[in-house]
C-alpha cells in the first residue's frame, strides 16, 4: 500500500470521527431550550455542585475592605436533556460544547462588588453521556471581606464568598459541594498573606421575599498575615524612637536641647501612626493595639516635654530665694530618693527631744557633716576669689535650684521608664485577650 493511499484513509477516517461528533451535537441540540431549566419526570430539582480552587490572593485592600482572588471554578450538574447512548456514535464518551449552546445553572457570587463573574460565559463545558455536565472556568472574584483590624499586625483574616442561584429556590435547584473545601494545590504563595484552609458549608437560608429555601455554598478562606514586613520597619523602629524619648533625661539642661528631643519624638511617632492608619480601615467598633500603643508613647512623650519644661524652669531660677520648707523638707528628700547629695542643706539628722533617736547613727552622721563643713572651709580658704556675703547668698540660691532640677530631672526619668514598661506590658498583653 503506497502512501497515497495511507493518506487518504487516514483523512477518511478524522472525517468520520468529526461526523459522529456533528451528528451527536445535532441529535442533542435538535429540540433543545438552553435557556429552560431541564426538568424531567421524577427529577424537578436539578443538582448542582459547586467547587473552588484558589490559584492566587491578587490584593487584600483594608481600608476598603474588599478583596480580589484569581479562582478556579468548578461546577457541575445533571441535564437529563443532554444524554446519549455511546454505541449509537462509535462509542463517543463525551463532548466539548460551548456553554451558551447549553442551560447552566445561574450562580452568583453574594458579595461580589464586581459587574460580572468573568469567565462565566465565555469557556466551554464537558457533557457526558448520562447527562452529567461539567464546567471548569477560571475567574477573577472581587467581593466584600471585612476586616478585623485589632490584633494588626499579628491578625488573621476570614473571607467569606457564599456561592447560590439567585433565581432558582431550593426546589428547583439544589446547591451543595462535593469535595467540601477549597483546593489549594496550585495555590502562589502570597508575600503578605497565607491561605490557611479554605472549608465549604452548604447553607439553606430563608429570605423575606419568599418561603422557598435558598440553598447556598459558601467558602471560608482563612488568611493569615506574615507580620515580618510590619515588625521589621514599623514596630522595632517606633520602640527605639521611644526609648530615645528616655534618653532626654540624661541631657544637660544647659544644652538647649531636653526639650526639642521630646517634640521630636512626638513627630516621628505620629508619622508612625500616621503610617498604620493608612493601612487599616476606619472603625468605631474596634481599635488596633498597635494604635493604642503609639497613642500611649505620644502621650508619654508630650508628658516627657511638659516635664522638661520644669527641669529648664526650676535650672535657671538663678539667684531666687529658695524658700525654707522647700530647701530642708523636698529638697532633702528627693535627695535620698536620687541618691543626690546637697551640700549646702544642713542635715539635721537628729532632734534633741527625741529619746527613741538612734545616737550612734546620729554621731556618724554628724562626724561626716563636721567632715564636709571643714572641707568646705578649706576649699574656701585656698580659693583664689572671695566672696562677698550677699554673692555668696546668690551662689547657694542658683547651686540649690540646679541640685533640685537635677532631682526633678531624674524621677521623671524614673517615671517615664517605669510607665513605659507597664503601659507596653498591658498592650502587649491585650494581644492575647483579645478574640
Excluded at 21 to 37: F, I, K, M, W
Excluded at 360 to 377: G, H, Q, T, V
Excluded at 412 to 430: K, Q, T
Amino acid at each position: 500500500m503506497d502512501d497515497t493511499s495511507l493518506q487518504s484513509m487516514a483523512v477518511s477516517s478524522f472525517r468520520g470521527s468529526q461526523s459522529r461528533l456533528d451528528n451527536l451535537t445535532a441529535d442533542l441540540l435538535a429540540d433543545y431550550g438552553p435557556n429552560v431549566r431541564p426538568v424531567c419526570p421524577g427529577k424537578e430539582t436539578v443538582p448542582v455542585t459547586v467547587d473552588m480552587a484558589v490559584r492566587q490572593l491578587i490584593t487584600l485592600n483594608e481600608p476598603e475592605q474588599t478583596v480580589q482572588f484569581n479562582v478556579w471554578m468548578r461546577l457541575a450538574w445533571v441535564d437529563c436533556h443532554l444524554k446519549w447512548n455511546p454505541d449509537d456514535y462509535n462509542g463517543t464518551k463525551s463532548i466539548v460544547l460551548p456553554i451558551d449552546l447549553i442551560w447552566k445553572p445561574d450562580i452568583t457570587l453574594y458579595e461580589s462588588i464586581s459587574e460580572e463573574f468573568y469567565g462565566f460565559e465565555k469557556f466551554r463545558a464537558h457533557i457526558y453521556p448520562d447527562g452529567y455536565v461539567t464546567y471548569n472556568f477560571p475567574s477573577k472574584i472581587e467581593a466584600l471581606c471585612p476586616v478585623s483590624v485589632a490584633k494588626f499586625p499579628y491578625d488573621s483574616q476570614i473571607c467569606s464568598l457564599m456561592f447560590g442561584s439567585w433565581s432558582y429556590n431550593g426546589f428547583e435547584l439544589d446547591v451543595s459541594t462535593k469535595l467540601g473545601a477549597g483546593d489549594l494545590s496550585s495555590v502562589k504563595e502570597n508575600v503578605e498573606w497565607i491561605i490557611k484552609d479554605i472549608p465549604a458549608i452548604r447553607h439553606e437560608l430563608y429570605y423575606g421575599c419568599c418561603p422557598e429555601p435558598y440553598p447556598d455554598v459558601t467558602f471560608y478562606i482563612n488568611l493569615k498575615r506574615k507580620p515580618n514586613y510590619y515588625v521589621t520597619n514599623i514596630l522595632i523602629p517606633s520602640l527605639l524612637v521611644t526609648l530615645v524619648a528616655g534618653l532626654g533625661f540624661f541631657l544637660p539642661a544647659d544644652s538647649g536641647e531636653k526639650v526639642g528631643l521630646e517634640l521630636t519624638v512626638m513627630l516621628a511617632m505620629s508619622v508612625f501612626q500616621l503610617l498604620i492608619a493608612d493601612h487599616l480601615p476606619p472603625s468605631a467598633d474596634e481599635t488596633p493595639w498597635i494604635s493604642s500603643f503609639f497613642s500611649f508613647t505620644m502621650i508619654l512623650s508630650g508628658g516627657s516635654s511638659c516635664w522638661q519644661v520644669l527641669v529648664l524652669n526650676l535650672h535657671h531660677r538663678g539667684d531666687r530665694h529658695m524658700p525654707h520648707w522647700l530647701k530642708f523638707y523636698v529638697l532633702k528628700l528627693l535627695g535620698r530618693l536620687t541618691w543626690i547629695d546637697v551640700p549646702r542643706v544642713k542635715p539635721d539628722y537628729v532632734k534633741q527631744s527625741s529619746p527613741k533617736c538612734d545616737k550612734s547613727l546620729a554621731k556618724i552622721f554628724n562626724i561626716l557633716d563636721r567632715n564636709r563643713k571643714y572641707k568646705e572651709e578649706e576649699l574656701g580658704n585656698t580659693s583664689s576669689i572671695s566672696l562677698s556675703e550677699p554673692e555668696a547668698e546668690i551662689a547657694e540660691n542658683s547651686e540649690l535650684w540646679i541640685s533640685l532640677a537635677l532631682m526633678v530631672d531624674r524621677i521623671g526619668m524614673m517615671v517615664f521608664f517605669l510607665s513605659l514598661s507597664i503601659g507596653c506590658g498591658y498592650i502587649f498583653n491585650r494581644i492575647q485577650s483579645v478574640e
